[in-house]
C-alpha cells in the first residue's frame, strides 16, 4: 500500500503541474489577445440570414414594408417592369408582400432552421419568387401586370440586392447614432 499511495501521490502533483501549466498557457493567451485588440469571439463568423431592422416586431415590420414599398417603386419606376392602374397598387402589393414575407421568415427561423441555414438563406429568395407570382397571378391579377414572364424573378433579385445595401447602411447607421448617443451621455 505504501508504493501504491507513492505513486498516487506523484501522479497527483504531476497533475497539478500541467494544471498549472495551462493556466499559465491561458493567461499568455489572454495577454496576447489584449495587446492585439482582438476579443476572444472575434473568429467567429456569424451569418445573418434572416436580418431584423428592430428587435421589436412591430417596428421591423414598419421599417420592412417601407423599405420594401420603396424599393419595389424604385425599381419599377426605373425599369418598368410592371404596369399598374395606380401607385398604390404598389403599395399594397408591398404591404401584403412584407407581412407574407415576414410571417414565413419567423416560421422557418422557428421551426425549420436547418432547412435555413443548410440552403445558406436561398429558400428566402424561393419563396419570395412564388410570393411575387401568386401576387402578379391570383391576388392582384386585375390591378398588376408583370409586362414579362420572368419580369417577377428579376424583380426578386433586385429587391434582394438592394434591400443587401439598404440593411447594412441601415444598421451602420442606427450603430453610429447609438454610439454618438453613448458618447454625448459619458461626457456628462
Known amino acids: 500500500m505504501d508504493k501504491f499511495d507513492k505513486d498516487l501521490r506523484k501522479d497527483i502533483e504531476d497533475l497539478e503541474k ?15 489577445t489584449k495587446k492585439n485588440g482582438k476579443k476572444p469571439g472575434d473568429n467567429v463568423i456569424r451569418i445573418d440570414l434572416a436580418s431584423r431592422y428592430s428587435s421589436s416586431f412591430v417596428v421591423n415590420l414598419i421599417v420592412s414594408f417601407l423599405i420594401n414599398a420603396i ?7 426605373v425599369l418598368h417592369l410592371a404596369t399598374t392602374n395606380n401607385n398604390y397598387v404598389l403599395l399594397i402589393f408591398a404591404a401584403v408582400f412584407t ?23 436561398l429558400i428566402f429568395f424561393l419563396i419570395n419568387v412564388v410570393i411575387f ?29 438592394s434591400r443587401i445595401f439598404v440593411k447594412t447602411a441601415y444598421i451602420k447607421g442606427v450603430k453610429a447614432i447609438t454610439m454618438q448617443i453613448i458618447k454625448h451621455k459619458n461626457r456628462r
Open 71 to 77: 424599393l419595389i417603386y424604385a425599381i419599377n419606376l
Open 99 to 121: 407581412i407574407m414575407e415576414e410571417i414565413y421568415k419567423a416560421i422557418l427561423l422557428k421551426k425549420y432552421i436547418k432547412i435555413v441555414l443548410y440552403s445558406s438563406g
Open 133 to 161: 407570382y401568386l401576387l402578379d397571378l391570383y391576388l392582384l391579377e386585375d390591378y398588376i401586370t408583370f409586362v414579362n414572364v420572368l419580369y417577377p424573378l428579376f424583380m426578386v433579385i433586385l429587391l434582394q440586392f
Open 18 to 32: 500541467l494544471i498549472e501549466e495551462v493556466k499559465n498557457k491561458q493567461e499568455e493567451e489572454k495577454k496576447e
